[in-house]
């Protein structure tokens, strides 16, 4: 028997998975955001999952990684960005993946942009990825922000998905029509929505989203900022 672990939704597109091995922090965007469950100086994790370097999943991560030690995990180029501020990072190439002491994490494709401000505009930072994240038994899909992807079809076919985080805001990612379309395709056994309602660009009623998948036989949970779910 395989043991449990504990999903909490800080807000935004913000995960704290704990499991018995290890604490894993996902997309850290605390300080500024309106929505936010923790504090980023009161969070505690082994390891840090950046999908890319927009302020509102990149936003607390150097921070974090700095106090706690903990190693950041993204694409090669935002690894870089963060190692250069003295981070302990593991940079991976999407599609490729790694084991490490709590389980896998490998990169998926996401279909967006990754960038920092520099002092004449935005600056690319590598590819946006999402994250499968093979860990105690389960998978989970981490679309990050994407747009609907037929790459979506091909995980769905090939992976088990337990539970999938899934952006439904529109405006700057899918919304909750594609969203639904994603969930037939990725077929997992539990979605949660994130990125909506943090800012007055993706305003959404989550509650359409879970009809719309519910009509095709797949369970949602919308989850509060601090709510946890067991897997
Ligand atoms: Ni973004
Ligand atoms: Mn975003």
New binding site residues.
């Given amino acids: 028997m395989k043991s449990a672990i504990s999903v909490q939704y800080l807000g935004h597109s913000c995960f704290l998975i704990v499991t018995p091995k290890a604490k894993i922090l996902i997309d850290p965007f605390l300080t500024g955001n309106p929505k936010a469950a923790a504090k980023a100086e009161d969070v505690e994790c082994d390891f840090i999952l950046v999908s890319?370097a927009?302020a509102?999943?990149y936003g607390d991560a150097v921070s974090i990684a700095k106090r706690t030690g903990a190693t950041l995990i993204a694409v090669y180029e935002l690894a870089l960005h963060a190692g250069a501020q003295g981070v302990k990072v593991e940079p991976l190439g999407c599609g490729g993946g790694k084991d490490f002491s709590f389980g896998r994490v490998q990169l998926t494709i996401a279909h967006?942009t990754s960038s920092v401000e520099g002092s004449s505009g935005p600056v690319m930072l590598g590819s946006?990825v999402g994250f499968l994240i093979r860990i105690e038994g389960k998978t989970i899909y981490f679309a990050g922000?994407t747009a609907l992807t037929m790459d979506m079809q091909l995980l769905g076919e090939r992976k088990q998905i337990d539970l999938a985080m899934l952006p439904i805001g529109d405006h700057?990612t899918m919304g909750m029509e594609d969203a639904a379309e994603a969930v037939r395709m990725l077929k997992p056994k539990l979605t949660v929505p994130m990125h909506y309602n943090t800012f007055e660009a993706i305003q959404v009623d989550p509650g359409v989203f879970v009809r719309e998948a519910g009509k095709h036989g797949y369970q949602v949970e919308v989850m509060q900022p601090g709510a946890s779910i067991t897997l």
Wanted: hydrophobic share 10%; aromatic share 12%; net charge negative.
């Fill in positions: 890319h927009h509102d999943h967006h946006p922000d700057f």
